[in-house]
């Protein structure tokens, strides 16, 4: 069983900073990519920023700039800081890591609960 928990969510005014949290854990031999995906009200989740093991970085271009994704293996957590925030930033924000367990189960991907981040203009 894995448990993906967000934290660090919030209401912050436009041109404002957070920074979000995730922590994996579990019984899994390694954790590979981690992301940040967001949903705002009536549409669709999208990828905010992904980052691989080795910290190899992709970013939407919406937050190209903006945003920092970055990670701590050894605590199997992802971070991501939001600088230069705007009111359509606003969504839920969730992080997906890829957990993996062995050569003969394999690996599967996992979702947290997800954190609410609100820019007011």
């Known amino acids: 069983q894995v448990r993906v928990v967000e934290s660090g969510g919030g209401l912050v005014q436009a041109g404002g900073s957070l920074r979000l949290s995730c922590a994996a854990s579990g019984s899994f031999s390694s954790i590979n990519d981690m992301g940040w995906y967001r949903q705002a009200p009536g549409k669709q989740r999208e990828l905010v920023a992904v980052?691989?093991?080795?910290?190899?970085?992709n970013y939407a271009d919406s937050v190209k700039g903006r945003f920092t994704i970055s990670r701590d293996n050894a605590k199997n957590t992802v971070y991501l800081q939001m600088n230069s925030l705007k009111p359509e930033d606003t969504a839920v924000y969730y992080c997906?890591?890829?957990?993996?367990?062995?050569?003969?189960?394999?690996?599967?991907?996992?979702w947290g609960q997800g954190t609410q981040v609100t820019v007011s203009s």
């Open positions: 997906n890591a890829d957990a993996w367990f062995s050569l003969i189960t394999g690996g599967s991907r996992y």
């Open positions: 980052i691989t093991r080795g910290s190899s970085t």
